[in-house]
């Protein structure tokens, strides 16, 4: 949806010494938007965008007046990105969007004469403290790996593990808002029933099966009025970017409850968001054709159109880290234990929202879609551990000889994300990190 | 939980003459709460309360100083029910709930020195216009009735209708608050996925098995930090009160798309709540032991006590009544179609409290509950027409010869709700409508 421009040059550098750092995740040609303040103040929280180890705090840039003069849609974008929240940001559209994205990038790069002016609005990543980037009206999860899909069905239902909707409807249900914490912040395990398989009669126990889910989020634009379906045409221009999403599951208690009405508090105990949302813009030059085998059926019409078959994907590299308290105690750093690519996903951004529409129903600036687990056709590419153990059947041995089939107390699970192509300036989406605490005594 | 005190005292009459009409729902002793503002102005929202057939607009109060020195608790209450939502009445807490409800009994009864004052503070009902009580973050969805999983259980699994899981798991799932509407405003038809039992692949169409079900709503009060449950005793003090829900369905988009993970555009397009929000107080004179029978299993101890056992369950009395467009044009009345109670609930308020908290998952001040259908044991006590039809396979005749299996076009549905009790004030909930218009073209 959005060509390539002059913010995408990879030649591009910054005036902002660490932008140009080897490996960083933001570059100028990034530009990711979060709300933070400086931590253990009682300052308000304001957005802020990342360059290099920096944070341009937009607050500050509003008034330094250094952004005037650039014409009233990237005044009234920087006016909204200053707030605590980026709801106002994210109603204002791609317009908006793609105007204050052009004007910080000419302001941060080398030569620029707005350096003096904005030096002063610099905060060091390292001195933040982040809060959600959006207040979040309605949050929903989808389910679009079909390998997900498949390699979940299997444990249940080992001769038919696709339902036949699977490759139909681009399969959501409600998750809550309320819990959604972002990175960094830790959560006590959950108790609730547990139903052993030998067992007549459930009990009330912490989980014994508490997982990860390797996602991304999407943050909602100016969204639809109720009874007003979001063509597929339209769809991206609804999204305002994406982050991380980490969807904790208690398997034990999804198990028992989750028949008829799907997952409730088998999830809704913590879902974890990293703090920067990358701009769909940022990520135009990683586009990808979708993935469908000749057996798969064309989809519904509303579901379908040429540029989201050849670029309706996208290729963001994913992956999953697990730090136990024994590796911190030996210094050791986190294992990688799953790669992925959300590219491998069956549904595309377009489709969830223009399906999530269809019906009328509304979305509204701030709301979160979650992708569901991105798995891919890998064994290694499962993005949960209920996938990687095999139902915990399997379990799997960490670098320094530990075993986990699902996660223990004081482990802490990283995701990470990054897109990288020959020619083009590679971008990351910084991390999205949670710990478990014991359960609640 | 509330004792019984002169609030509810039968006698009380109140100089409001309406307010003695027999048949009110509206006496001195309901007091309950909405949003609203004179129709066709654009003034705020501001809470109100009813009183017979006018409503005492907080907001007026307020300013007149009527209600200075009745303490501070009731000034707190007072401003934050002049509010242009009733959150911050919901956040203040069961005290200062109460506190209010007994300085507006006083202020409004037969004698009051505040008569004089007040009186410019009331608007009549016929001319308000209503906002949704409260911006409801998270809206959760419960299936409370065992007589409503059992006969929807019946239709797909005729030898084995209700889950295993259901005796033991206040069974919920999380709705869509976005698309929350206040009664009165009309909805669309919805379309999406429809898998005709006979056809190869799904098409997209409007849905052609459009329901209503028969719900209470509950508004919660303070909440809870995450991580921290809310225990069954302390449970019913996070209920600000009730309102009537009718929680509107595509039972062919919900049949094709809800395996694995549950009701999704099926539902989210249009819920239906009334505007009138009656406090637990109020229905303190209408508490009813739990409908249990002894093969019944006794629920987990966090979901136990001998007051919810005693005392757990509301009486009250409720009722589907629909009108055709024929019907209109005839000038004919709604004809009432089910007649129900709450009482015969399998799981209480306080046990779908307990539960959604048991994981730690937070409640905030506004959030919405569902009862879920609240069918009875008869079978003209089902609360939705895929019940009463039993899958559409019955149509029901309506007084006028029309028939019905789902709702058509121009169709409008009331819910309403009181109760009654020898030696008891009647109280009731005003109603709770909605009317469904064609499809999008």
């Not at 530009?31 to 300052?43: C, K, Q, S, Y």
Request: charged share 15%.
């Amino acid at each position: 949806m959005y060509p390539l421009n002059e913010t995408h040059d990879p030649a591009l550098q910054s005036w902002v010494e660490s932008a140009q750092q080897p490996g960083t995740d933001f570059p100028i040609q990034n530009l990711p938007f979060a709300v933070l303040r400086r931590r253990g103040t009682p300052e308000p929280f304001r957005g802020g965008v990342a360059i290099g180890d920096q944070v341009l705090d937009l607050a500050a840039v509003l008034r330094s007046g250094a952004l005037q003069g650039q014409g009233e849609l990237v005044q009234a974008a920087l006016q909204a990105g200053a707030q605590s929240s980026l709801n106002a940001l994210m109603a204002l559209g791609a317009p908006a969007w793609s105007a204050l994205r052009l004007a910080l990038s000419r302001a941060l790069r080398q030569g620029s004469a707005l350096q003096t002016g904005l030096q002063g609005c610099l905060l060091a990543q390292s001195e933040a403290e982040y809060a959600l980037p959006a207040r979040i009206g309605d949050y929903t999860d989808f389910y679009t790996s079909i390998h997900h899909a498949t390699n979940v069905g299997k444990l249940m239902r080992p001769d038919n593990p696709l339902l036949p909707n699977y490759q139909w409807v681009p399969i959501g249900y409600h998750g809550r808002a309320s819990s959604v914490i972002v990175s960094g912040q830790p959560f006590k395990r959950p108790q609730g029933q547990i139903k052993p398989p030998d067992a007549a009669t459930p009990l009330l126990a912490a989980t014994r099966r508490l997982d990860f889910e390797l996602e991304l989020g999407a943050y909602i634009g100016p969204g639809n009025a109720l009874g007003e379906p979001i063509a597929l045409a339209a769809a991206e221009q609804q999204v305002f970017g994406l982050s991380l999403l980490n969807d904790w599951s208690a398997r034990d208690l999804q198990a028992w409850e989750y028949q008829p009405l799907g997952p409730f508090l088998g999830k809704n105990f913590a879902t974890t968001v990293s703090p920067w949302v990358l701009t769909l813009e940022a990520l135009a030059p990683y586009r990808a054709p979708l993935e469908r085998s000749s057996d798969d059926p064309a989809p519904l019409p509303y579901l379908d159109s040429a540029y989201n078959r050849l670029h309706g994907a996208l290729d963001i590299e994913l992956e999953v880290a697990l730090q136990t308290p024994r590796m911190r105690e030996q210094g050791m750093e986190a294992a990688t234990l799953v790669r992925s690519n959300s590219r491998h996903s069956y549904w595309t951004l377009a489709q969830m929202v223009a399906h999530h529409s269809v019906n009328g129903c509304n979305l509204q600036p701030g709301d979160l879609l979650g992708t569901g687990t991105l798995s891919g056709p890998q064994p290694q590419q499962a993005g949960a551990l209920i996938e990687l153990t095999l139902g915990g059947r399997q379990p799997l041995t960490l670098p320094n000889g530990e075993v986990r089939t699902f996660l223990e107390d004081g482990d802490t699970v990283w995701l990470r994300g990054c897109c990288q192509r020959p020619g083009v300036a590679r971008i990351g989406f910084g991390e999205c990190a949670g710990t478990v605490l014991p359960a609640r005594a």
